[in-house]
């Protein structure tokens, strides 16, 4: 995007290769400063994607790059103290199909004495989020030496591990999000999960394309207790009207009814996009008698039970087949939320199917419980 010139061969490839550097770039900086001329200072990439500190109560200081943050399009480092004194930053890299990062310091913060936390940030361990079918989350060492990080792969150093960060974190599998941005905290118990169906749901949205058609948008909802899809839909547009129809088919299929508090109790998870926030999403939400649980801005994995699903249904559907028409797509996404919901096997929850689970909760027969449809 930003450099111009012919990417260097040799070691350096496939750390230019994965940071998008083609040498085609939409600025034409390069025109007028030699930096952004890969041909010409080729290191100078390496030098951008850092997260530097500044200290706003002494003007006259060195800003200082803290490297062991990682490499990457960080979009804000959210810093929280630790019930042990332990610094930690969580961070999303700002691109689609990218990360989510946690540092937690080696050492902890003294109270009493500021200047003796000013180095904390330069020791500690950098993680990447893998994301469970069930949106728990487990948190992977970027760490030199540990699993596939080491030679073999062209990590020579910590420092290799830093600077291609993002190649580490393929290497060790971590979960693709859709374009995971600003990701804030507050007190949690490291978890999403509900006991109970029918407390919190979350919702989200995906893109695909149609071979007649072009552009499609997929919402899905799904329910944190059991990881179960309780409604899924695909359209043309992707405005506030169209996310809502997950919810409502949800609402209709759980609780019998669209009407007026009906859903009283639920929580539901999303993110801060347009749609999500508009007034019409919330007034319609907030009549269903469903309270907004916003993530991301509340919450350290964000949206991760619905961010999940939707990396499943692109590896068992999306990715492997193709829709002439939104109409077909919407069939076949109702297909797989009912085969899902049947036969998808939770394991924090035994090895039962979604099904199983709300049946056994509810006290239902299981058979009268799949039989429960999806719209798409």
Partial sequence: MYFAGEPPKGLEAANFARIGIEGRPRYRWHRFFERFDVAKEPNEPNRFGWVVELDPFEPSSTPAKRTALGRYKHEAATCVVNNDGRVVVYSGDDARF???????????????????NMGL????????????????????????????????????????????????????GATKMDRPGDIETKPHDGTIITDKVNEMWGTDMTQTITIGEGRAYVFVAVEHANSEVVGIHASRTANRFEALEPVRQGVHRCFGAIAPGVARGLKLRHDHGSNYMSSDFQDEIACLGIEASPSFVR?????????R????????????????????????????????????????????????????????????????KLAA
């Avoid at 913060?109 to 200047?115: H, K, L």
């Avoid at 893998?130 to 990590?155: I, M, N, R, T, Y």
């Fill in 309 to 372: 699903f939707i990396r499943t249904l692109k590896e068992n559907l999306l990715w492997l087949r193709a829709f002439d028409t939104i109409e077909e797509l919407r069939a076949a996404l109702g297909e797989f939320a009912t085969r899902y919901n049947q036969t998808w096997l939770v394991a924090r929850h035994g090895y039962r199917t979604p099904a199983q689970v709300r049946a056994d909760q509810s006290r239902l027969d299981q058979n009268a419980t799949a039989d429960l």
């Fill in 121 to 172: 940030l330069d020791s500690g361990t950098l993680s990447v989020a893998k994301f469970d079918a069930d949106g728990s989350v487990a948190w992977l060492p970027l760490v030199h030496g540990h699993g596939p990080l080491g030679p073999e792969s062209g990590f020579n150093s910590q420092a290799d591990v830093l600077i291609e960060t993002r190649r580490a974190a393929d290497r060790l």
């Fill in 299 to 307: 919450e350290p994995e964000g949206n991760g039970v619905a961010e």
């Fill in 98 to 116: 990218e990360y989510i990062y946690r540092f937690v310091s080696d050492g902890t913060v003294n109270p009493a004495d500021r200047t003796a």
